[in-house]
């Protein structure tokens, strides 16, 4: 007998509110590598570009593939049958749907990442009975290494392997029984200094010019001073990516603590419930607007980041609209279908509908 998707009431909101804050920031990030950018040529451009290599470069996506790695925990040990095994099935079935999203969303983004998090999900299975100190020393020291070395797609892994350790260490747990206030404010403390520290080292290795949107060294040629400045950039920013979103989502456990917090945060939830038809939605109106725009005309800092804007405001709301109705959102709903093999309700009761 199949097993049927687990109930909502067990669900921990404030994981879809880290997911929704993740995605704010991508289309801002994932628009350069969609869309023709000029090199900063007005003061505006500059300070955006400036604004995205300090504050959401390497932030939000650390934050998206983190989260990965605690849903691979939490799937495996939420399907455990009576003899406490994880359905393995169930998970392979789900990763190799999302394979096949990745590789069609790939045609279209080159930079996404669906395919990478499927992959290595798949090969992470027998990290999930690894002992959880095994799991934390592989992903502290795998993600030190590649961070160094300045390579944002080897990263990934161990992103989700800590992930999945902050599952085995009940992290999610503490955090939904509500985390004394002293240590989140010591997390908080600790991540907001290292922040600075952070934006202060990147301000330090920034050239005073314009950068160029894309990163690239010519075969046979030195990059030049600039180009040299920001690949030094580019490499703190990684470095530094996790401690700033610990500080992120540290200010946002901080803000929902409070009842305004709670009432601005709660948008975030529809908006992180329905993460993969977002996330997908973002190349859709981001690859529709160029080609039915801009075509192969080159565009700017400032109308990439309004537009950018524009399309997450519209999710958001569209978000919250849809979740008035409906359990999951669309693409929520078929993933659901192909992992269960089953067709699941969509529609909320009416008790449930907010």
């Not at 470069?57 to 994880?86: C, D, N, Q």
């Not at 161990?158 to 009940?170: D, P, S």
């Not at 990516?241 to 709670?262: A, D, E």
Request: charged share 10%; net charge positive.
């Amino acid at each position: 007998m199949q097993r049927q998707p687990a109930t909502e009431k067990g669900r921990l909101h404030f994981l879809d509110q880290f997911r929704g804050f993740a995605l704010l920031g991508l289309p801002f990030v994932n628009v350069l590598a969609l869309w023709l950018i000029n090199t900063p040529e007005t003061t505006a451009d500059f300070w955006l570009q400036r604004g995205l290599y300090f504050f959401v470069e390497a932030r939000f996506y650390t934050i998206f593939t983190f989260l990965f790695g605690l849903g691979f925990y939490m799937f495996l040990s939420r399907s455990a049958g009576a003899g406490g095994k994880p359905r393995l099935r169930l998970y392979i079935r789900r990763l190799v749907i999302l394979v096949l999203i990745g590789f069609l969303h790939q045609q279209y983004q080159s930079g996404e990442a669906l395919f990478h998090y499927a992959v290595i999900g798949l090969l992470a299975i027998p990290l999930y009975w690894a002992p959880r100190r095994v799991n934390l020393v592989i992903g502290v020291v795998g993600f030190t290494v590649a961070a160094l070395m300045g390579v944002k797609l080897l990263t990934i892994p161990f992103l989700i392997l800590l992930g999945l350790t902050a599952g085995q260490y009940r992290l999610h747990d503490a955090i939904h029984k509500k985390l004394r206030l002293s240590k989140l404010r010591m997390v908080w403390l600790l991540s907001l200094l290292g922040t600075v520290m952070a934006i202060c080292a990147m301000w330090w290795a920034a050239p005073p010019e314009p950068m160029s949107p894309f990163l690239f060294e010519v075969e046979g040629e030195s990059p030049s001073p600039t180009m040299q400045a920001a690949f030094t950039l580019a490499h703190i920013g990684i470095a530094t990516g996790p401690l700033v979103s610990v500080f992120y989502l540290s200010s946002l456990l901080m803000i929902g603590r409070t009842r305004l917090g709670t009432k601005i945060l709660h948008p975030l939830q529809a908006y992180g419930r329905m993460a993969l038809t977002n996330y997908i939605g973002q190349t859709v109106f981001l690859v529709g607007i160029q080609r039915m725009v801009f075509n192969v005309s080159p565009t700017t800092y400032v109308v990439s980041t309004l537009v950018s804007l524009g399309i997450v405001v519209f999710q958001i709301i569209a978000s919250n609209l849809w979740m008035r109705w409906f359990q999951y959102g669309p693409l929520e709903w078929l993933w659901r279908c192909g992992t269960y093999w089953t067709i699941v309700p969509i529609r909320k009761q009416t008790g449930d509908r907010q």
